[in-house]
């Protein structure tokens, strides 16, 4: 599968740090890159660092992002060959937030969590009325797949 469940995560804590946090940036905000250069926001957040955790994410990562997509936009289908696969957790959402990747397509729940692979052409749409905040995690090739956390269902 291209767009594919793994596990379920309490976002609670994080969402209300993002609310703090979202009127200082635009589109996207780095927390860590590649290399594992982390910004002051990540080092700081500490429930965002336990909620990778629980999402069966321990250090197995390269980049780090809260992405923001905003109603009525449509991002360009792309593929990524830099990153084989990619984990989204939504943050804020709605219904009308679809992710696509060919012929697959999905909404997203609040605390979800996916594994995308990005070697495939892809896209969002939120056709809905609020703005998408979602965390995005690639990860390193490497390394095995995110089996789950706690909270799996």
Known sequence: MLIRPVTFVDTFAVVGRLHRL?????DVLPLR???GTESAAYT????????LIKAGLNDNFGAVRICRLM???????AKELSVLRRVIVPLVTNPLC?????????????GSVWVVQTDQPGS???WGDIPRYH????LKAAEPEVEGGDDAA
């Open 22 to 26: 979202k009127a200082t940036f635009e």
């Open 33 to 35: 890159e590649d290399d």
């Open 44 to 51: 700081e957040w500490r429930t965002l660092r336990r909620m």
């Open 71 to 77: 109603p009525g936009c449509v991002e360009d289908w």
């Open 98 to 110: 679809i992710e696509y990747r060919r012929q697959q397509s999905a909404h997203m729940p609040v």
């Open 124 to 126: 969002s749409a939120n």
């Open 135 to 138: 965390l995005q995690v690639d």
